[in-house]
């Protein structure tokens, strides 16, 4: 089964671009949820009915896979990266993929968010804490080692890395962690703890009943509670992981005026706002977080080395489908 889905949306026409350019087309791979974004490409056009906007949607590995695939091909009709992490966007940076864009406007965004050589920025803060089905739940967890034992385990679902760019990540972080490790993975495994694709197949259990804990990013399941599911979410007390779902631009783009407004705008309060209507933590100071949400600056960010992330990223995909299969 496959989650492929190509969406457009926009103005067709002969609007000029500011500055004096033809209108044009650009397309966007992305790994954020299709509704959203076609929220997210409405309000675009809004502020730039010029540009037309085509999205093609899926899960991080699979479309960095996708991506690969076309340009040993020849090419990608790519313009914009939208995409879960800063380690898939570091390896398209250092295969010389990715424009630089200096000007880029990143005033109140957070240096961390930022590639140094301006490759690619990030556009939201993106948390992987613990959803659970209050129907069956009493007593709620509060800590990573609450998901291992095995009354738990059990019945506990995540995503893939195999899938997600989220799991890359939070997987990645995990093993990086003193005191978990491949030992906490390995114990999952045991106790019976099992992974599905993305995080909306882990929501989807979890809401169902079908399992009572998963591993989860955090505005999957707080929209969730929001829309009446029976889930709840928790920040474990051993902190979370983190992505920053950044966007940049494709080296080889041939719509590359159009594609800074897109990332400019990505980059402006107006997208901040949105991105908090869709349940995101803002990244540009000033801009309050959803409600319910706790302030970002409370949050604990667990440590990883993205570079040993991205060193080891098939050692560590190979070792978690040994235990939880591909």
Do not use: C
């Not at 898939?88 to 295969?95: P, V």
């Not at 679902?157 to 989220?166: E, F, T, V």
């Not at 999952?188 to 169902?208: D, M, P, S, W, Y």
């Amino acid at each position: 089964m496959t989650l492929l889905r190509s969406l457009t949306l926009g103005l067709l026409g002969g609007t000029a671009l500011a500055g004096g350019a033809l209108a044009q087309s650009i397309t966007v791979y992305t790994s954020q949820p299709n509704d959203q974004m076609a929220a997210v490409v409405e309000a675009f056009n809004a502020d730039h009915p010029e540009i037309t906007v085509e999205v093609f949607r899926t899960g991080t590995t699979e479309l960095m896979s996708k991506l690969q695939a076309e340009f040993a091909a020849g090419g990608t009709p790519a313009d914009v990266m939208l995409i879960a992490d800063a380690v898939a966007m570091t390896q398209l940076k250092n295969d010389d993929r990715l424009l630089a864009y200096a000007d880029a406007p990143v005033e109140g965004i957070p240096e961390a968010l930022i590639d140094p050589d301006r490759m690619f920025f990030g556009t939201k803060l993106i948390t992987t804490g613990i959803v659970y089905n209050t129907n069956l739940v009493t007593e709620a967890p509060t800590s990573w080692t609450d998901l291992a034992k095995p009354e738990i385990a059990a019945s506990t679902i995540m995503p893939s890395p195999l899938y997600s760019g989220a799991a890359v990540i939070h997987v990645g972080t995990m093993v990086q962690q003193p005191g978990f490790g491949w030992d906490y993975y390995e114990t999952l495994a045991e106790n019976g703890a099992v992974a599905g694709q993305g995080n909306g197949t882990v929501i989807e259990a979890v809401a169902r009943g079908e399992k009572a804990y998963g591993m989860i990013i955090e505005y999957m399941a707080l929209n969730a509670k929001a829309e009446g599911s029976p889930v709840d979410f928790v920040f474990p007390t051993e902190g979370v992981s983190s992505i920053t779902q950044p966007v940049a631009i494709l080296k080889d783009s041939d719509a590359v005026e159009a594609a800074k407004v897109f990332v400019d705008w990505q980059l402006s309060r107006a997208a901040q706002e949105q991105s908090v209507t869709q349940g995101y933590f803002p990244v540009i100071e000033g801009v309050a977080p959803p409600a319910g949400y706790p302030e970002p600056a409370s949050l604990t960010i667990l440590g990883a080395d993205p570079a040993k992330m991205l060193a080891e990223d098939q050692a560590t995909k190979e070792a978690f489908a040994d235990l939880f299969g591909g």
